[in-house]
T-cell receptor, first 112, second 113 residues
Framework: ETGVTQTPRHLVMGMTNKKSLKCEQH?????MYWYKQSAKKPLELMFV???????ENNSVPSRFSPECPNSSHLFLHLHTLQPEDSALYLC???????????FGPGTRLLVL | AQKVTQAQTEISVVEKEDVTLDCVYE???????LFWYKQPPSGELVFLIR??????QNEISGRYSWNFQKSTSSFNFTITASQVVDSAVYFC??????????FGKGNQVVVIP
């Protein structure tokens, strides 16, 4: 595997389900990011991790819970989501903060 | 929030034509970075180019070129001799620090064969 990978690529879940999105970067980077891309809206930064420590939470509802066990892996735990949470969730990484961010293919989430 | 404007929502060109995408940004910073990303229908954001705000030299990389004008806060991007594979959404994204890439709404480019 190379670059940034994300699983699953597609996810359909009910509002009472719990699921997790996984991101893995194979670039030796130290910073990882979660973004949300809704239809017809600009990309929104959700969370930033730098050397496994969360450095930014962009006022994201608590039904989204990130986890960064090491510099290569980033998870987004989902529970009791709303239909308006349906979106493309993109993971990115960079060598350090401020450097070029490289993105994964995204997870298309549909909440029913 | 610092604003990024990509005024052209959708641009259609015939294959082999050139296409220029406009980006105007607002900033109070004197030092920053500027990026262009491409998002094909598959969804992945692909990094294209990065410029530093203190380097206004314009460059060409293959079929891509860019025109950075710090005095007018513009960072325009040109695809020369467009191909069908260039059909995608293109995002201008200044980086102002504090981890934030400020994405614009994007330009949908449609290349017609």
């Amino acid at each position: 595997e190379t670059g940034v990978t994300q699983t699953p690529r597609h996810l359909v879940m009910g509002m009472t389900n719990k699921k997790s999105l996984k991101c893995e970067q194979h670039l030796g980077h130290n910073a990882m990011y979660w973004y949300k891309q809704s239809a017809k809206k600009p990309l929104e930064l959700m969370f930033v991790y730098n050397f496994k420590e969360q450095t930014e939470n962009n006022s994201v509802p608590s039904r989204f819970s990130p986890e960064c066990p090491n510099s290569s892996h980033l998870f987004l735990h989902l529970h009791t989501l709303q239909p308006e949470d349906s979106a493309l969730y993109l993971c990115a990484s960079s060598s350090t903060r401020g450097e070029t961010q490289y993105f994964g293919p995204g997870t298309r989430l549909l909440v029913l | 929030a610092q604003k990024v404007t990509q005024a052209q929502t959708e641009i259609s060109v015939v294959e082999k034509e050139d296409v220029t995408l406009d980006c105007v940004y607002e900033t109070r910073d004197t030092t920053y970075y500027l990026f262009w990303y491409k998002q094909p229908p598959s969804g992945e954001l692909v990094f294209l180019i990065r410029r530093n705000s203190f380097d206004e030299q314009n460059e060409i990389s293959g079929r891509y070129s860019w025109n950075f004008q710090k005095s007018t806060s513009s960072f325009n991007f040109t695809i020369t001799a467009s191909q069908v594979v260039d059909s995608a959404v293109y995002f201008c994204a200044p980086y102002y620090g504090n981890n934030r890439l400020a994405f614009g709404k994007g330009n949908q480019v449609v290349v017609i064969p």
